[in-house]
C-alpha cells in the first residue's frame, strides 16, 4: 500500500512540477528579447516600443528549409507593414558565425531584424514557455506588449492578424 501511495505522489510530483514549464498563454505580457548580438538591423526593445508597435518575433535557423522558405514572405510582409509600426525580429539559437554570413547571402531577401540567441535565453521564453519544438514559428506582440498570436509564419491567420492589429 505504501509502495502505491510513493508512486502516485511521484508521478504528481513530477507532473505538477512540469505544468509551469508551459505555462504561458496568450495574453501574457511578452518577454524582452535578451540576444547575444544582433546579424542584421539595430537592437530591439520591446519595451521602448509599447503603446507604438507591433513586434512580430520569428523562431528560424539556417538549416531549416521551411525556415528558409518563409523568409522572402517575411520581408514582403516587413515592407508592407514598416509604415505602420510593425517591427518583424528573426531570432536563430545559432552562432553569429553561422548566422551572419547566411544573413548576408540572403541580402534582400532577408530585409528584417535578425538576433542571434545563442544562450536560447529568449527561445526559452518563447517557444520554451509556449511548448513550441518547431520552426519557423512566431509570435506577434501588439501594442500593449501582450503576445497575441503564435503559428506558423505561413499559416492563413498571419498577415490578417497583424493587419488588424496595424490598424489599431
Not at 25 to 37: F, I, M, T, W
Request: positive net charge.
Amino acid at each position: 500500500m505504501n509502495r502505491n501511495r510513493l508512486a502516485i505522489a511521484a508521478v504528481l510530483t513530477w507532473a505538477l512540477s512540469a505544468a509551469p514549464l508551459f505555462a504561458a498563454k496568450l495574453g501574457d505580457p511578452a518577454p524582452e528579447l535578451k540576444v547575444a548580438s544582433w546579424a542584421k538591423g539595430k537592437p530591439v526593445k520591446l519595451s521602448e516600443g509599447k503603446g507604438k508597435k507591433v513586434y512580430v518575433i520569428e523562431f528560424w535557423a539556417t538549416w531549416c528549409p521551411p525556415c528558409r522558405a518563409s523568409i522572402p514572405h517575411l520581408t514582403e510582409l516587413q515592407k508592407k507593414f514598416n509604415s505602420k509600426n510593425v517591427v518583424f525580429v528573426g531570432v536563430s539559437d545559432e552562432l553569429l558565425d553561422e548566422v551572419k554570413p547566411f544573413v548576408k547571402e540572403q541580402g534582400e531577401k532577408m530585409d528584417y531584424n535578425v538576433a542571434v540567441d545563442k544562450d536560447q535565453a529568449t527561445s526559452r521564453a518563447y517557444l520554451g514557455a509556449f511548448g513550441v519544438d518547431s520552426i519557423p514559428h512566431a509570435f506577434i506582440v501588439d501594442k500593449k506588449g501582450k503576445i497575441v498570436w503564435h503559428g506558423h509564419p505561413m499559416d492563413k491567420e498571419f498577415e490578417p492578424t497583424i493587419a488588424k492589429l496595424a490598424k489599431k
